[in-house]
Antibody, heavy 119, light 110 residues
Framework: QVTLRESGPALVKPTQTLTLTCTFSGFSLSTSGMCVSWIRQPPGKALEWLARIDWDDDKYYSTSLKTRLTISKDTSKNQVVLTMTNMGPVDTATYYC???????????WGQGTLVTVSS | QSALTQPASVSGSPGQSITISCTGTSSDIGGYNYVSWYQQHPGKAPKVMIHDVTDRPSGVSNRFSGSKSGNTASLTISGLQAEDEADYYCSSYTSGRRTVFGGGTKLTVL
């Protein structure tokens, strides 16, 4: 079955760079049509789509955050990595990785990882 | 891309039907038949209830249905049950293969 799991620091300091890893199983990102996205949700607030990487290594970013985000994949390890630079308190959120279909809907989500930005 | 617009809250009694609207633009909802809806219970990851405007994934109750007209999509839940109480988010494919979410709607079952 398909599973995804996020890992990374629970606490980062302002101005630091956040690196999150999504380790997945049950599918391969080298298979045509497979895509993985990152989504975040600040406490008590709405979901926000961040980035997507496709099987052919095409990458797409939120227009408001694209200067701070980088998404990459390691197909051999079944991992997708998201980096976000210049973290601030407003970036405190639960970060989810998810398998996303080419038409944009998400069929599998990770459990999410809470990242707090504080000095 | 701006978030899609949803009502902050809706409510209904058990057995009733409710509809949640989701308004976007011609660049997202109006431009593609790629609207999805997610249910999120507190402390849990979202779960897809509807995708591609009207399609229900296997295992999702047929009490959930979706539709779209112009730049507005809707989720209807019929025969409300206590377990339906949750937050609901709409989402749409948008230009450049991006995805945009709505602001979320809290459903209360009275």
């Amino acid at each position: 079955q398909v599973t995804l799991r996020e890992s990374g620091p629970a606490l980062v300091k302002p101005t630091q760079t956040l690196t999150l890893t999504c380790t997945f199983s049950g599918f391969s990102l080298s298979t045509s049509g497979m895509c993985v996205s990152w989504i975040r949700q600040p406490p008590g607030k709405a979901l926000e789509w961040l980035a997507r990487i496709d099987w052919d290594d095409d990458k797409y970013y939120s227009t408001s955050l694209k200067t701070r985000l980088t998404i990459s994949k390691d197909t051999s390890k079944n991992q997708v990595v998201l980096t976000m630079t210049n973290m601030g308190p407003v970036d405190t959120a639960t970060y989810y990785c998810a398998r996303i279909r080419s038409s944009g809907w998400i069929d599998y989500w990770g459990q999410g990882t809470l990242v707090t930005v504080s000095s | 891309q701006s978030a899609l617009t949803q009502p902050a809250s809706v409510s209904g009694s058990p057995g009733q039907s409710i509809t949640i609207s989701c308004t976007g633009t011609s660049s997202d909802i109006g431009g593609y038949n790629y609207v999805s809806w997610y249910q999120q219970h507190p402390g849990k990851a979202p779960k897809v209830m509807i995708h591609d405007v009207t399609d229900r994934p296997s295992g999702v109750s047929n009490r959930f249905s979706g539709s779209k007209s112009g730049n507005t999509a809707s989720l209807t839940i019929s025969g409300l049950q206590a377990e339906d109480e949750a937050d609901y988010y709409c989402s749409s494919y948008t230009s450049g293969r991006r995805t945009v979410f709505g602001g979320g709607t809290k459903l209360t079952v009275l």
